[in-house]
């Protein structure tokens, strides 16, 4: 497989020569460069965005795959010849419009969410779809989908509020204003969680039948992710709430929904959703865990530094690319039904942010 890099990553040389500034919408980071190492890497950035084919472009990459700043170059048809992967089933959702999509897709949804649905798609379908096509076909690499998608997701989220990290500025200031509304707050947020890690698993296991080629992982995963809803049952306890005086929101609800449907009907569209309940990178520390260490219960904050250490040392993040790897060429249907469930859900869930920081910003 032959790494591409993301059309939006910017390198330039620091402290005279001596290291790099990346910069991605979503991430910076600085990288030391030995003299040693110098000569092929000022040759990987002379080709990164013109020829990346060029080995010292996929050497430069390589070493900096565990984050999200590429993405997999479609294979040849031939190169899936020979393998034993997942077939591309007949589908018969349309996904052509959001509101085609959520008729068609026989999963529960709220009327409150379709009301508050997308009119129509905003992003480039086109462009996104180009990036993993197989060419001289009509069919679709799907580790070239998921893993453009998963960077198109991240600079779209880095032009949203929750990208911006509108969320967590919102709960900065309930904390200075109010501490025991800000305790509430994360009493909500907890209860999403509780409520993902506890149906997760069940919401998988479809997947053991419908996506048998990669059963052996699929499983594995299942179990790494049991009793995860203990770690937030520890944050009820240290800040001495109760988790059934929240309720579930409608958005968290439709993400499970949505994903027990996908385990049944596409290992495509299931592959990628698991991007939406994992982080795309890790990085120091839980955003969430974050902002309550500045409250007068930091101990709080360990249910959230436990569960994301565990995601991190085990790396769920590359979850979705790992079971795109067992998945045959994809259909047009099948393709679009992945990119309609990323927008459409990912615009629920920012909503439903935007909705708590409202509730309680008025209170």
Known sequence: MAYIPYEKLSIDWT??????????PWMSMGIEVTKEDKPWVLDALEHLHSSASHSNVQRFIHELKDYPLFYIRPRSLEDFQGKDLQICSELTVDASTPERLMSTFDCEIAEELKESALPAWTWDREKILNKSRIQGTDLYDPVSLITYLICYRLEWESTT????????????RLLKRNEDQFFKAIGWISKQSWYVTTESCEAMKPALSHFEKAQELINHFICDEAGHYKFMEQVFRDLDLNKDDFLVGKGTKWLLNAHKKTAEISPLAFSGMINLFEAAFYEGQDPISRVIQLSSRPYAA???DLHYKINQEHRHCDMPVRLAGYIGPQTYEHAILTLGLFELTLNFLDNMEKDLAKRFEFQ
């Open 161 to 172: 509020w929750s990208g911006q990290d509108g969320f967590g500025q919102f709960l900065e």
């Open 302 to 304: 360990q249910g959230y």
């Open 15 to 24: 402290e005279g020569g001596k290291s790099l500034s990346l910069s991605l």
